[in-house]
């Protein structure tokens, strides 16, 4: 990809579908997906989920595609430009403004979790899960990230990881790491989606996943002080579907508009889209397929949450063949695909930076890499009964509150204007003109970004700032 100068581009077509490809699939698809299918009550939320992959996030990849490709820079830049272009307010700059900086928060506590991937590859491969019972699988998961040297030596390796890479300009390295290790992770993926069928609860599994029970979706129940339970309207499942959508697919937070200004003019950005929004949808319901069935078997919570993943999937290990080596296999796959996500975080902030001054890439990305590391410390921290668990940032630790700020507000705002920035104020021929598709598949892409997009995001946003303020 980038290389060290300004306007890089990609070597190939391929190279260009496998960054993407490796930008959207991450500890989202592996690590979140499944947590919060979990918590969201299953089939229901998979439903929303995979209907606002396909219907606002696949227009909005080609919407990011096409404006970072015909901005040629970082997305603030990009942005400005297209806007100077189009005889717009420059203030539609602060869409490459958000992303740039919900980029970097994300990017902070994105490596905390790889460096969970990075630590639970070591202890796999020392044995640590040999034979493990349910209960001391979620000991060793919670003594884990309560410890404040460990957590912070593997979030450092993660970083470190990270910023070599980007500092490197990625040319060789990334675009070789995908083509071999994105592959394999899918192929271990399915290894491990076909043990779980054989030996956990597959039935009610599928039940689970790909049964929806719509009540899950728009009801919350709420146990009172006096023990009553009390069922209320809540479209936080939803909400929570859109977030994940977008968050899963690199949107709105600048990685694919950066992608795309390394793009060329010969790459067909619809077919690209549906490609990578397909792959990124099928490795987050393998996940789902692997993890659940154990969940199940053990008796697990599903609703239990970020830890899902780190305390069911070592039983599995524990127990199957060769589990020592599957595992340390399957975490050390994971924390690739996290990393090459974690370069496309890292990337806007470096690539704006770059632009604005004459450092070199490489200080850029050390700098802006060791910046946010220090802020992901606080994340780090705020886990488990850590140095900072017991600080409260709205009712939340410090790591769910970034989580909340980036996946809850930033990015559906910068969603909606990206919307309605390219239906509304970029002219059609120019759009028409930089998809270069055919006329049908363009009036559709056309609506969906001028209408759907906006007002789907647009209604659930208001609703849960409405939520938020009210409860
Ligand atoms: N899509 C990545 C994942 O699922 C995370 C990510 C979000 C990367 C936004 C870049 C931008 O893990």
Do not use: C
Request: no cysteine; net charge neutral; proline share 3%.
């Amino acid at each position: 990809m980038a290389g060290a100068t300004q306007h890089a581009h990609w070597s190939s077509k391929w190279a260009f579908m496998l960054a993407a490809v490796g930008s959207a699939v991450g500890l989202g698809n592996i690590w979140k997906f499944p947590y919060e299918a979990g918590q969201g009550g299953g089939g229901a939320f998979v439903l929303v989920y995979l209907i606002f992959v396909f219907v606002i996030g696949v227009p909005m990849l080609v919407a990011e595609l096409s404006l970072g490709r015909r901005g040629q820079m970082s997305p603030i830049n990009s942005m400005a430009k297209i806007a100077k272009e189009e005889g717009r307010s420059p203030l539609w700059s602060l869409i490459g403004w958000s992303g740039v900086v919900g980029a970097f928060i994300v990017i902070s506590f994105y490596s905390v979790v790889g460096g969970w991937t990075l630590a639970y590859m070591a202890k796999s491969a020392m044995g640590a899960f040999s034979g493990i019972t349910a209960a001391a699988s979620q000991e060793t998961f919670l003594a884990y990230i309560s410890d404040p040297v460990m957590t912070i030596v593997s979030h450092v390796a993660f970083m470190g990881i990270t910023i070599f890479i980007v500092a490197k300009g990625v040319q060789g390295g990334l675009e070789k790491a995908v083509t071999l290790l994105m592959p394999a992770l899918f192929a271990l993926l399915l290894i491990l989606v076909i043990y779980s069928a054989f030996n956990g609860a597959f039935v009610a599994t599928l039940d689970f996943l790909f049964n929806p029970d719509f009540d899950q979706l728009f009801y919350k129940e709420t146990v009172l002080a006096s023990g009553e339970v009390t069922r209320h309207f809540s479209l936080d499942t939803v909400l929570q579907a859109l977030g994940q959508s977008f968050f899963s697919l690199s949107l709105a937070l600048g990685s694919i508009m950066t992608y795309g200004s390394y793009l060329r003019r010969d790459v067909n950005l619809g077919k690209s889209a549906v490609i990578i929004a397909s792959a990124d949808s099928a490795v987050a319901l393998m996940a789902g397929l692997a993890i659940f069935p154990i969940v199940f078997a053990y008796g697990l919570d599903v609703g239990q949450g970020g830890g899902l993943v780190f305390m069911t999937l070592p039983i599995a290990f524990g127990q199957m063949p060769l589990g020592g080596l599957v595992g340390t296999l399957f975490f050390a796959l994971l924390a690739v695909a996290a990393v090459t996500s974690a370069i496309s975080l890292l990337e806007p902030p470096v690539s704006y930076v770059a632009e604005k001054t004459s450092m070199s890439r490489r200080k850029v990305a050390i700098t802006m890499g060791v910046a946010a590391g220090l802020l992901g410390v606080l994340s780090a921290y705020s886990q488990g009964s850590n140095l900072l668990s017991d600080v409260r940032i709205f009712g939340v630790n410090i790591m769910d509150a970034k989580d909340f700020l980036t996946n809850n507000i930033m990015m559906p705002l910068a969603g909606m204007f990206t919307a309605l920035f390219v239906g509304w104020f970029v002219s059609r021929k120019a759009m028409m003109d930089e998809l270069a598709i055919e006329d049908r598949s363009f009036r559709i892409w056309y609506f969906l970004v001028r209408f759907v997009s906006p007002i789907a995001v647009g209604v659930i946003f208001v609703k849960i700032i409405f939520d938020t303020i009210a409860g």
